[in-house]
């Protein structure tokens, strides 16, 4: 099960259960669905990717593809304001680096919730393993999802290719 993070401000929290599916499905917008998942989710889909986010939890971490998930929870509320992500091993990422991702629902934008998450994650991939660098790709005209990693302390270091081989801003951080 995902470590619980927190800041006091934003927490990262396991998602689970029924309430993190119908949240998920309701915070997704139209940004979200096109710069992360795709193609917006369904209740079934939204299911289905809690549970492989318990799987790659409870499986081997640095297995190629498994992505370690947390829910951002608001601190005060409890309530699902996105999720955040990591890779620890990612075909199209070095060795010793750690890929980061992130999408906060639009109710909780602006708020430096997403730059809070990613400190978070930042922090635990110091303290639990040995990756030695962060990184954050984003797709040129995804001006917030820059404004995010700029706001958590990553500098820009070129560009690089997605998985479907689009053109991405790369964004480092280090961590040792």
């Known amino acids: 099960m995902a470590p619980w993070l927190s800041d006091g401000t934003v927490e990262l929290s396991a998602l689970a259960g029924d309430g993190d599916v119908a949240a998920l ?6 940004d979200i669905a096109h710069w992360l998942s795709g193609a917006p989710s369904t209740l079934g889909t939204a299911a289905r990717h809690i549970d492989r986010c318990a799987l790659d939890w409870r499986g081997d971490w640095f297995r190629p593809g498994a992505a370690l998930t947390w829910g951002i929870r608001d601190t005060a509320s409890g309530a699902l304001a ?53 990184v954050v790709r984003v797709e040129p005209g995804n001006a917030p999802s ?31």
């Open 25 to 30: 499905v309701a915070g997704e917008d139209d």
């Open 146 to 176: 820059t404004r995010v990693a700029e706001q958590a302390g990553f500098v820009r270091s070129g560009r690089s290719r997605g998985v479907a081989g689009a053109p991405m801003l790369r964004y480092v951080r280090a961590l040792r």
């Open 82 to 134: 996105g999720t955040a992500e990591v890779q620890l091993s990612a075909a199209d990422v070095e060795a010793g680096t750690a890929n980061l991702a992130y999408g906060v629902f639009p109710p909780w934008r602006g708020r430096r919730y997403g730059a809070r998450a990613v400190g978070l994650m930042c922090g635990w991939l110091t303290a639990t393993t040995a990756t030695q660098l962060a």
